[in-house]
T-cell receptor, first 114, second 114 residues
Framework: AQSVAQPEDQVNVAEGNPLTVKCTYS??????LFWYVQYPNRGLQFLLK??????LVKGSYGFEAEFNKSQTSFHLKKPSALVSDSALYFC????????????FGSGTRLQVQP | SAVISQKPSRDICQRGTSLTIQCQVD?????MFWYRQQPGQSLTLIAT?????????ESGFVIDKFPISRPNLTFSTLTVSNMSPEDSSIYLC???????????FGPGTRLTVT
């Protein structure tokens, strides 16, 4: 079985400061890892993915994530937070060789203060 | 990328009734999924909608309660049957793109059962 843990329900950061949203995963095979963002009353928007290759993945809106196999982590980062980044962020995983449906973490609410 | 639309966007229904949610993708896709997001919760996979055959349901979800159709490669429906207040959730349709990596999501259907 595969699983995702997002240990923080909420992350607060001041505008202009760097942000990190944490994610750890468990999967039997090679992990395919994803970050999605959900704004109020909106669907999920894809941010970035890790499939293979460089451990540092760059995505939309200046976000990036670092894949760490030894720590089974895939933390989301941004060098300088914007108030407009305030939203709900979900980490998701699937087994690269297994079923294609995603398993989602519990979500982390990011609050960027002006 | 695939663009997914869902109808209705929201509905308020009485207990004991049924609601059918439609999902339309703007291109042919290999796989489609239905997820549920209960208030303040993460996304949970209901089932994989298989084209031309019965859907594959996750543990805790049954066909009698959530019948699914997928008559072609761009369209699927999810019916929530004999609704109770516990079915109040956002129901999201998802499709796997050509790359087999990126999963796209519809805007969701917000269902309230009274």
């Amino acid at each position: 079985a595969q699983s995702v843990a997002q240990p923080e329900d909420q992350v607060n950061v001041a505008e202009g400061n760097p942000l990190t949203v944490k994610c750890t995963y468990s999967v039997s095979g090679n992990p395919y890892l994803f970050w999605y963002v959900q704004y109020p009353n909106r669907g999920l928007q894809f941010l970035l993915k890790y499939i293979t290759g460089d451990n540092l993945v760059k995505g939309s809106y200046g976000f990036e994530a670092e894949f760490n196999k030894s720590q089974t982590s895939f933390h989301l980062k941004k060098p300088s937070a914007l108030v407009s980044d305030s939203a709900l962020y979900f980490c998701a995983v699937r087994d690269g060789a297994g079923r294609r449906a995603l398993t989602f973490g519990s979500g982390t609410r990011l609050q960027v203060q002006p | 990328s695939a663009v997914i639309s869902q109808k209705p966007s929201r509905d308020i229904c009485q207990r004991g009734t049924s609601l059918t949610i439609q999902c339309q993708v703007d291109s042919q896709v290999t796989m489609m999924f239905w997820y549920r997001q209960q208030p303040g919760q993460s996304l949970t996979l209901i089932a994989t909608a298989n084209q031309g055959s019965e859907a594959t349901y996750e543990s805790g979800f049954v066909i009698d309660k959530f019948p699914i159709s997928r008559p072609n490669l761009t369209f699927s429906t999810l019916t929530v049957s004999n609704m109770s207040p516990e079915d109040s959730s956002i129901y999201l349709c998802s499709a796997l793109g050509d790359s087999d990596y990126e999963q796209y999501f519809g805007p969701g259907t917000r269902l309230t059962v009274t």
